[in-house]
């Protein structure tokens, strides 16, 4: 009799408890990528089980496969990995890992304090109804991973590392196989900072592709669809948030992890059909040379030119648009990412801006009055990050800061009159023509006296 067994290794992932003493790492709004000036060294201590004998028990893992695989996830987000010397585990008992009981035992017998450990099996044990597992972190956080040596060599590695530093399943709280329990994010993410994974810009995701009105981040690590390839800037920051702060992982950071210190010097923000240089510094020695580094960009990026640690690139059309820069480092047969976000801005248009004095009311001596410029029929208050120019005859004036688009202003008269006020407005692109209007002028007295805003 043949028995068929269709494999669903890395399908389940095996985490048990969900009981973290603090796991609530508030996320800030505005840019992610930018929250920790650093990047974080992690050092992993792999252990191989084998034979008693030492010899092999199952296929050596590829090694070098199972670290790009991590890196590439996690560099372009400031987390990297060093890895330490191979450790081998000779004992043929724990070829085949039964129970989590016998996990626990053989993690303490075989443990780095001072690393983040991963333990390499052939086997692991079954969950009831859904077969055997192919990884699990014993915990959320957790400093211990262990991996069936198939799954090793695929995204479960990375998806079992962020169980260990602190990443929840993106679909906590929703499903049977949910481990531990949390209340479920809401399908418009309202309560994203308290439910699910935690994590804002990952969305609501059932776990059920035939749940149509959702619609969940289908390649995301933390899920349990494939392929996974990447994690959030919202799971980033709290994975170093918690690299920052957790106590479990002041010991296992170090800073062997020389590609970390490389560094993608270059402008953040461009302008339309502007060719920018970008230059890698830091870079470790021993490079090959030729194609190492090797560059990528996103499709809307093109290259002008290219050499092995410095590029110029252009966005291939104008309009603003954000796009990333990549250059993959190999030391040693070990691949790592650096990753940079460019954003391209535009030039602002002088014929979006209008003019307006408040409720379209004249401008009275003896008091301050806001004039206001709209953009695109929006006020500016600095998110644009533009920079405005007023120029007012005959009044007082209080601005309000350049970034702002709108000043109070007081006529110095003592007759009904008008005045021209003009404004221009611009960025690192362009500036705007001025944009004027008349503003009537309304004598009052006893209105206040100067300086006083109604
Ligand atoms: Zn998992």
């Given amino acids: 009799m043949l028995f068929l067994f269709l494999p669903v290794w890395g399908q389940e992932c095996g985490m048990l408890h969900v009981t973290p003493a603090s796991d609530n790492y508030a996320q800030p709004n505005g840019t992610l990528g930018t929250s920790h000036a650093s990047n974080f060294c992690i050092d992993l201590q792999i252990y191989i089980v084998r034979n008693s004998d030492g010899s092999n028990a199952f296929d050596p893992p590829n090694i070098t496969l199972a670290m790009n695989n991590l890196n590439e996830i996690y560099n372009t987000h400031g987390i990297y990995f060093n890895l330490l010397p191979l450790s081998y585990i000779n004992d ?60 090793f060599e695929r995204s479960t590695f990375a998806h079992e590392i962020g169980h260990c530093l602190h990443l929840y399943h993106t679909f906590r709280g929703t499903s049977a196989r949910t481990s531990g329990s949390a209340p479920a994010e809401r399908i418009d993410g309202s309560n994203c900072h308290t439910a699910a994974d935690k994590v804002c810009d990952t969305p609501a995701d059932p776990d059920d592709l035939s749940l149509t009105n959702y619609s969940p981040d289908l390649t995301n690590l933390m899920s349990y669809y494939r392929p996974r390839d990447h994690i959030t800037e919202g799971q980033a920051y709290r ?139 929006d006020i500016d208050g600095g998110v644009l990050a533009y920079s405005w120019e007023w120029v007012v005859p005959s009044s007082s004036i209080q601005n309000q800061g350049s970034s702002y688009s709108y000043i109070k202003v007081q006529p110095n008269f003592t007759y009904n009159t008008s005045i021209y006020i003009k404004t221009r407005t611009g960025n690192q692109c362009g500036t705007t023509s001025w944009v004027g209007k008349w503003f009537p002028v309304e004598y009052r007295t006893g209105r206040g006296r100067g300086g006083v805003d109604y």
């Avoid at 052939?122 to 969950?127: E, H, T, V």
């Avoid at 030729?290 to 640690?309: L, V």
């Avoid at 003896?366 to 029929?377: D, E, I, K, P, S």
């Fill in 239 to 377: 994975v170093r948030e918690a690299l920052l702060k957790n106590s479990l992982f002041q010991n296992i950071q170090g800073n062997a992890c020389t590609v970390a210190d490389v560094v993608m010097t270059g402008p953040e923000s461009v302008c339309p059909r502007q060719s920018s240089v970008y230059e890698l510094v830091n870079l470790p020695p021993g490079l090959n040379g030729g194609a190492n580094p090797f560059w990528t960009s996103s499709d809307n990026i093109s290259f002008t030119t290219i050499s092995s640690t410095e590029v110029s690139v252009r966005f291939l059309s104008s309009g603003e648009q954000e796009g990333t820069l990549t250059a993959r480092i190999t030391v040693n047969g070990i691949s790592y990412w650096v990753t940079k976000r460019i954003k391209q801005l535009s030039p602002p248009l002088t014929s979006a801006i209008t003019l307006e004095s408040f409720q379209n009311a004249p401008l009275y001596t003896n008091q301050f009055n806001t004039v206001t410029a709209r953009y695109n029929g």
């Fill in 92 to 151: 043929s008992r724990s070829v085949y890992v039964g129970t989590e009981w016998e996990a626990i035992l053989l993690m303490s017998q075989y443990n780095n304090p001072n690393a983040l450990c991963v333990y390499v099996v052939d086997s692991m044990w079954s969950l009831s109804g859904s077969g055997p597992l192919a990884g699990t972190a014993f915990d959320i956080p957790s400093s211990r991973t262990m991996l069936i040596a198939y799954a």
